[in-house]
Structures are given as structure tokens and as C-alpha cells.
């Protein structure tokens, strides 16, 4: 029995073809649960008896937080391990799994103020949740601009990933800090986070798109991982005896 | 021991030849501070209510102007270099550095702000207050802010990329800074706030001359 | 389970009156998590453009100078 390398598929040469494989089983999985999850969501949930139908926002908000926060602690996860063991693949994963997190960040502040709107009055409420999710998009685009400013390729994997691993630190921190901070400031009297009591449909929906979320940014982040490798590794043998390189050659 | 505390003579006789750089940090953090009351008028009220925040703001961006001054000129030299091939931990001498660091731009802050609070008619209690909030804080501010600059390190754009990278990892030490002196003017107990602060300035002196010197290492390769 | 009866087409799109919002936030997650991956893909098959063109440079300069050294591995 052959001792299973732990590094088999940190070679970017094993890597690529095998991301290749997972991908259109990963945009199936999100179709999958996404239909399901929109058709729970708005065929069998029941309307909410205080926000009347402006509650199904939630069914793209709270995915997209939830996302946007895994993906940072995933992140910071390949970072360190790039850090630990020094193979460049794991760089790739963290840098191409930020602007994903990053666009999850985004989602979610866009579609927290079209909630907060009716509901509250406001485009903009500062409650902890909202305000740490801007903070965590704040340290999304840290990461990549940072990264984007150093040339050299191996130092800004590195510089980037102990930018990923202090941040990660800081982001309980963050959180309850900014708790803290809405609890004793009493402007925001009011909270995204006090949402309705879930009924159990309105729970599975929200699941179900959490998990067509989840799928949808590993389909996305191994693409670009698929393109970034092969950004990186142009010059050598592996890459360039691809078969879809070989095609488009003729 | 002997190593850090070398490091600091040698940083603060660096400054002393040029007193105006530290002179520089203070008007900007003057001038920066009397822009809020210009710009949402002189209502003394408004001023108080507005002046615990504002300060601190002020002082995280004037030690921003700082930071940046911390490794570029050791790596012009060439300094830095040797500091990281010589015997003695970097993460001793990066120590020395911030501590220095910390003399130079934080102290003086401590040392302004009161009078800065001043010009926003906060009493005496909350002026003591803002100089023991931000006594406990600027060290921070100099602990987080070595890891961005060792991590900017003669990256293009480098102050502005700082400024992006450190102000979000600063905002708990914002919000406990600012929020003490808001307490303090409204009768309340800062105790929670001073605690979490020196929490704080714990956990960044354990960890932040570490990182920085990693950083450091990664920008010297 | 109960199906939601919507009453009419016009119930559904307006969402008791939040239509915009609701509508708004759905409309605006479509269409990031569409462009994402569009955006992926040409990003990967630029890649592969780039690729192939290194390819052919370097076997043209193979086969235009037969003592040259080997690819790189």
C-alpha cells in the first residue's frame, strides 16, 4: 500500500487537472441547492408576520455573510499553511480565494442597507453587524493591495499572507470591539440582527443558499486558482504540454 | 536586554539631529485636530461630544506619518540589513525600535492631546482621561503599525498602502481609546476600557515585534 | 409542505410592496455571481493564449537555431 503524500496534489502540475475535474461538479452542486433554496425561499416559506415579504432578502444576505467570513478564515488557513510549509500552491489557493470573499463582502453590505432601507428608514446602519462586515472588506482589500503593490511574486505571497494570519487575529477583536461600541453609542437603537424569530422553512432556505453560496465560491476560486497557476507557471514543461494548449496552437 | 536598549539610544539619537521631524508629527497633529471645529462649527456642545473621537482619530493618523519614517531610512542605509545578520534576535532589536518609535511619536502625542482637548472645552477630568487612554494606546499604534511598515517596506505607494493595511487592525484601540474619554465626560465608569486597552497593549507587545521581524526577514530576501 | 399561493404574478413581483428591494437585492447577487465567473473564465483563457504563445516563440526559436538548449522543465 502506497503511503499517501500529503503533497501529492501541491504540485501545481496535479493540481490543475484534477481542479479541472471538481469544477463542473462544484457548478452543479450550487445549481442544485440554489433552485432548491429559491424555491423554498419563496414558494413554501411563509410571508413574516412583522416584515412582511421584505424579509427574503435574508435568503441572499446571510449566505453571503456567512461566506465572506469562512472565506476569510479559508483564506488565512492556506496563507498559514503557505507560510508553514513553503509550497507555492497554497499561496495561489489564498489569493484566489480573496476577491471572492471580497465580492461576498460587498453582497452582503449591498444587500444589508436594501434591508435595513424599508425596514428601518436608512440606507446605512451602523450596528456591529453591518460595521464589522465594512471592516472585514476593509481587510479583504488590505490583503490584495498589498499584494498588488509588491512585484516581486514570492514576497508578495509572503508579505500578504502574514497580513492574512494578523488580521485573522484581529478579526474576533474587531467584533467585539465594535459589539461594544454599538451597545454604548445609543444612536443605532436599532439592530439588523434582531431578525425574526425563523420559521423552519425560512431556516432551510436560508441553508440551502448558504450551501449553493459555499459551492459557487470554490467553483470560483479553483478557476481562478487554475488560471493563476498557469499565470505563474507559463514557462515550464507541465503547462505548456497541456492539451488545451496544444489545441489552441494549430 | 543590552541589544534593545542600544537600538533605542541609537534611534533616539538619530531623531535628536532631526528635532524637526518630531516638531512636524506635533503641528500635523495639531493642525489636523483644529480642522473639526472649522469644519463643523464652534456649537460647544457638539465640540464635546465630537472631541474624544476626534483626538484619537488624529493621533492614529499622525502616528500614521509616523510609521513610515520607522524601517525605509535603516533599509537605505543599509542598517537594516545588519541588524538582521547580527547575533541578537530581530525580534529584540525590532523591540528597540518600536520602543523608540513610540518615544518619538506617541509620547509627544500623550503630551499634546490634553491641550488639544482643550480647544474643545473638555474638563479636567476628561483631559486626564485622554492623556491615560492614549498613554496606554500609542504603544499599540506603534506595535500594529511596525508590522504594515515592515510589511510596506519599499513597496510603491507604501504610506498610503500603510495607512489602508494598519487603521482597520486599529479600530478596537479606537473605539476603547475614544470610548474611555466619552465615558469619563458622561459620568460613567472607563475601568472596562482601560483594562481592554492594557489587554490590548499586551497582546501587541507578545506578538507584534514577532511578526514584524517575519515581515522584516520576507522584505529583505 | 404548504405551497405559498402568490394570488397573481403581480403579488410576486412586487412583494407586498418591497419589491424593489427584494427584487434589488436578488437582481444585484445574480449579477456579481454571473460576472465573477465570466470574468474567471477570460482570465483563464487569456492565460492559456499566453501559454500557447510562449509555446510557439520558443519552438520557433528551435526550430531557427537547432543548437539551442532544451525548454526549460
Redesign the interface.
Known amino acids: 500500500m502506497t503511503r499517501l503524500n500529503w503533497f501529492t496534489f501541491s504540485s501545481p502540475a496535479t493540481f490543475y487537472p484534477l481542479a479541472g475535474k471538481c469544477i463542473p461538479w462544484l457548478w452543479a452542486i450550487t445549481a442544485l441547492f440554489g433552485l432548491s433554496g429559491l424555491f423554498?425561499g419563496?414558494?413554501?416559506?411563509?410571508?413574516d408576520a412583522v416584515q412582511?415579504?421584505?424579509y427574503?432578502?435574508i435568503f441572499?444576505?446571510v449566505p453571503?455573510s456567512w461566506m465572506s467570513m469562512l472565506i476569510y478564515l479559508v483564506m488565512a488557513g492556506w496563507a498559514g499553511a503557505g507560510l508553514m510549509f513553503n509550497t507555492r500552491l497554497s499561496y495561489v489557493m489564498a489569493q484566489a480565494l480573496a476577491?471572492?470573499g471580497a465580492?461576498m463582502a460587498?453582497?452582503s453590505l449591498?444587500?444589508g442597507s436594501?434591508?435595513g432601507?424599508?425596514m428601518w428608514g436608512t440606507w446605512w446602519i451602523w450596528d456591529a453587524r453591518l460595521t464589522s462586515e465594512l471592516?472585514l472588506l476593509?481587510?479583504y482589500?488590505?490583503y490584495m493591495?498589498?499584494h498588488a503593490?509588491?512585484d516581486d511574486t514570492?514576497?508578495a505571497d509572503?508579505?500578504s499572507a502574514?497580513?492574512a494570519?494578523?488580521?485573522v487575529?484581529?478579526v474576533p477583536?474587531?467584533y467585539?470591539?465594535?459589539k461594544?461600541?454599538n451597545t454604548?453609542h445609543q444612536g443605532a437603537s436599532v439592530s439588523l440582527t434582531k431578525s425574526p424569530s425563523m420559521g423552519q422553512?425560512m431556516l432551510l432556505a436560508m441553508l440551502l443558499m448558504t450551501f449553493c453560496f459555499w459551492a459557487?465560491s470554490m467553483?470560483?476560486a479553483l478557476?481562478?486558482a487554475?488560471?493563476m497557476v498557469?499565470?505563474r507557471e507559463?514557462?515550464?514543461?507541465w503547462?505548456?504540454q497541456?492539451p488545451?494548449?496544444r489545441r489552441?496552437?494549430a | 536586554m543590552n541589544a534593545v536598549w542600544s537600538i533605542v539610544q541609537r534611534d533616539l539619537s538619530l531623531a535628536a539631529r532631526r528635532r524637526s521631524e518630531v516638531l512636524t508629527l506635533l503641528f500635523f497633529f495639531l493642525v489636523v485636530t483644529s480642522l473639526f471645529p472649522l469644519g463643523v462649527g464652534a456649537d460647544p456642545q457638539l465640540l464635546n461630544k465630537i472631541a474624544p473621537g476626534v483626538i484619537w482619530v488624529c493621533a492614529l493618523l499622525a502616528t500614521m506619518l509616523g510609521l513610515q519614517r520607522l524601517f525605509a531610512p535603516d533599509l537605505a542605509d543599509g542598517s537594516l540589513e545588519q541588524m538582521a545578520l547580527v547575533p541578537s534576535p530581530l525580534m529584540g532589536l525590532v523591540t528597540g525600535k518600536i520602543l523608540a518609535h513610540w518615544v518619538l511619536c506617541g509620547l509627544p502625542l500623550v503630551v499634546l492631546a490634553p491641550l488639544l482637548g482643550l480647544m474643545f472645552g473638555l474638563p479636567t477630568d476628561a483631559l486626564w482621561m485622554l492623556a491615560w487612554s492614549l498613554l496606554l494606546g500609542t504603544p499599540v499604534l506603534s506595535c500594529i503599525g511596525a508590522i504594515g511598515a515592515a510589511l510596506t517596506l519599499g513597496v510603491r505607494q507604501g504610506g498610503a498602502m500603510l495607512s489602508l493595511l494598519v487603521l482597520p487592525l486599529l479600530i478596537p484601540v479606537l473605539i476603547f481609546g475614544s470610548g474611555a474619554v466619552t465615558a469619563q465626560l458622561s459620568g460613567l465608569e472607563a475601568d472596562g476600557y482601560i483594562s481592554l486597552l492594557a489587554a490590548l497593549l499586551l497582546l501587541s507587545l507578545t506578538f507584534a515585534p514577532w511578526a514584524t521581524a517575519a515581515a522584516l526577514k520576507i522584505a529583505l530576501e | 409542505m404548504n405551497l405559498v399561493a402568490w394570488g397573481s404574478l403581480d403579488a410576486f413581483l412586487t412583494m407586498g410592496g418591497y419589491g424593489l428591494y427584494v427584487w434589488g437585492s436578488f437582481g444585484i447577487t445574480a449579477v456579481l455571481m454571473v460576472l465573477e465567473p465570466v470574468l474567471i473564465r477570460q482570465r483563464h483563457r487569456q492565460a492559456l493564449q499566453q501559454l500557447a504563445q510562449e509555446l510557439r516563440a520558443q519552438e520557433g526559436d528551435a526550430a531557427s537555431s537547432p543548437q539551442q538548449e532544451p525548454s526549460v522543465k
Open positions: 423554498i419563496f414558494f413554501v416559506a411563509p410571508t412582511g415579504e421584505g427574503r432578502i441572499v444576505h453571503a476577491p471572492t465580492l460587498v453582497l449591498v444587500t436594501l434591508w432601507k424599508p471592516i476593509f481587510l482589500l488590505g493591495g498589498l503593490s509588491i514570492r514576497r509572503k508579505a502574514i497580513l494570519l494578523v488580521g487575529v484581529n477583536i474587531i467585539f470591539s465594535v461594544w461600541w454604548l422553512t459557487y467553483a470560483v478557476i481562478r487554475r488560471a498557469l499565470e507559463r514557462y515550464t514543461d503547462a505548456q497541456l488545451e494548449v489552441g496552437q
